[in-house]
């Protein structure tokens, strides 16, 4: 096994940057540098030195293998924060047989040297993306690992149903008939129906994590753009009193009181002449279309297509005029809070509907398992043996258990350099 090395921190100057090392080199490579190290786990100030040159003064720990983030023997330098310094360093690393690591590296050894599971690695990466409050909580609890241990408990009550399954097929080579207990069909509905649950909470939270789309429809110079550069602060889009304007479709991202949200700017819904516009126009309908949630913007306060139950139909440039309903002036500012507070509202509640499967793969997991638990009670034991068997493996499969070996390259490819 190689022993890896990376900055954890992000490049560039800094107060304090820090070198992670990770396999069977990693506790001989420090002492070369810093001296000898007796206690793991502890920080010493050491002098880096590589020959006679003095690198650099630093805080330095090491872990003993089976007690480390990674499971291997790991070392870590805290460095002062200039790149030059960490260059100094890998240079004497790379002399010292040692390897830079590659992105995901770090994590992926502590999932191999089985640290962590693979839905703990997913929330590792996705509490490294988070942007919200929201999105740092739901990818905090997988990463904690809550979304493993539920998975386990279910497989468990899957094995237990499997034995006693068994037990029964055992019985009846003796030719004592013995009926399949009753218990096996308890356990098997508790484990259908917490995986129906989580299945659910899926479509929420798979949003929860990526961020809500919503989308600004309307007529030709209703004043999406000006409202996007409103909420966003700055100019972001075109704006212009020339009807048609926006043709492709802005995103901004926002932190919507800790609501991860892309609000997008589209083109004005009309009929045209133009085969640009009406490129546009398309585009702006089926984003719309697929959105969570549509701000419906006319300065005549009227819903245009694509519409659903709940979208927000707002009256602009209410400083030209009054009128009933939602109304808002993206020149005064006049009611964009108020605006936003109903855009908060109704994707709070789709929030509050997200759970802790966050990703198609575990999705897809679960759904292989809920229909291999599509049983018909009349089934004979062995074939029922072999359903639980078979549910049982794709829930081992969902925390990466076993078969696991096709998502590695795809999740761990998705860390920063160092994690
Ligand atoms: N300096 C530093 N900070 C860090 C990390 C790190 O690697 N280095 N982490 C990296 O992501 C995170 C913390 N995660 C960690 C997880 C496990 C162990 C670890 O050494 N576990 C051993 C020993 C436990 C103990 O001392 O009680 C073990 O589990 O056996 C260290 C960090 C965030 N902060
Ligand atoms: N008085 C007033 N004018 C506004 C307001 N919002 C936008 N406008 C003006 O309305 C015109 C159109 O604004 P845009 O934001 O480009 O409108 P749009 O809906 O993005 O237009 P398209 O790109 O053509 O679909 C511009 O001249 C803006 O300055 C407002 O709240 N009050």
Redesign the pocket.
Known sequence: METIFAE?TPPGRGGVT?V?LSGPMAREALESLAGSLSTP?RSYLRSLRDGQDLIDQALVIW?EQG???TGEEVA?LHLHGAPVIANRLAQALLVRGLRRAEAGEFTRRAFLNGRIDLAEAEGLADLLSSETEAQRKLAMRTADGELGRKVEALRANLVRAGALVEASIDFADEEVPEDVPLEVFNLLDLVRSEVEAMLRTYPATERLRQGYEVAIIGPPNAGKSTLLNKIGQREIALVSDIAGTTRDILELRADLRGLPVVFLDTAGLRDSADPIETMGVQRAMDRARNADLRIHLSDQGVRMEPFFDGDLIVRSKSDLGTGDGLAISALTGSGIEALLDQVYDKLRVRAANSGLVAHRRQAEALERARSALDIDSSLSPEFLAEAIRQAAQELATMVGRVGAEDYLDEIFSSFCIGK
Do not use: T, Y
């Open positions: 954890a820090v992670r786990r872990f007690q480390s983030f870590e």
